[in-house]
């Protein structure tokens, strides 16, 4: 389903499209294309509700983006189903990001990445202790899934994959996909 | 005035100032109007004038789309909503490559960072 909105609701966004238009080149990656054909199919029609009670940062592996130097080198991940205003925010990351890299002596580059996706996982860890000091009573006892505890849990998928970019820090793209679906294949996934 | 009412008004106000100063909401002056003349000159009895506003709707870009999307509500012929439909369609999907080596390319040509998006299926849903 995170794969799902990501398709019909992120990237149906025209504010997004133009916003990926104009500042990266794009590219769709099937995970699993010896099962999952290029024949369009019907997308399953979700209602205002399902979409809002899925959780950002949703999906996990299944929905991944990749941001890349132009060379193909990894310089942020992103996991999971994020609507319109996140994915924005984390592209423009990604793009000043690339900006800097690029203005680096190539030496510099993995250092000045790693540094910048340090401070990034510090920033969301501090708005999420915001949200836990502002918010005491809602973390009190058990889990129930109100706006502040979702946008908490969401930040904290945030955090958990800007450390996860950190292991694929100016890696080559392309191995990670076809590292990706090998090992699909290996484990039978969607067969 | 109320002080209830007077705050409700400040906040409908405040919205309105910070809609309009949003870049998104920001839009050509006179573009409505454009989009009605081009639309109509889709159906214009030369091929060459119809190529001419398809053409001339595409390069006006996104912010075509919503007006499009209502023109397509309405009833056009054939050959217009087909046009109206290719239109929309360019405009308003994320022109999506599926070959790295292809993509990076283009991204060494125009400077311009990748974003590669990884998942189950293709860009239209998965069979």
Redesign the interface.
Known sequence: MGSNLMRTVTFADLEVVDHIKKHFVAVWHNQSPEVYSSEPAQQEKLTAEQIKAYPQGGGGGNVRTYFCLPDGRVIYYLEGFWSKDRYLAETDFARDLAAKVRKAADTEGPALVRKALEERCRQVADERQTIRAKHPGEFAGRFVPTEVRKREAALGLLEKTLKTSAGQVCQAVRPIMDKLRAENIRQGKFV | MQPKAFGRMALVLGCAIVGCLSP?AAEAPGLAERVRTLVKQLDDPQFQARQQADQELRRL??DV??HLRKELEGKHPLEVTRRLESIVNEL??????????A??A???R??????????????????
């Open positions: 998104w870009g996104i789309v919503p308003s999907r994320v022109p999506w490559k599926t070959d790295i080596a993509a990076q283009e991204a060494a125009t400077g311009k960072p990748l974003l590669v998006f990884s998942t189950i299926g293709e860009v239209d849903g998965f069979a």
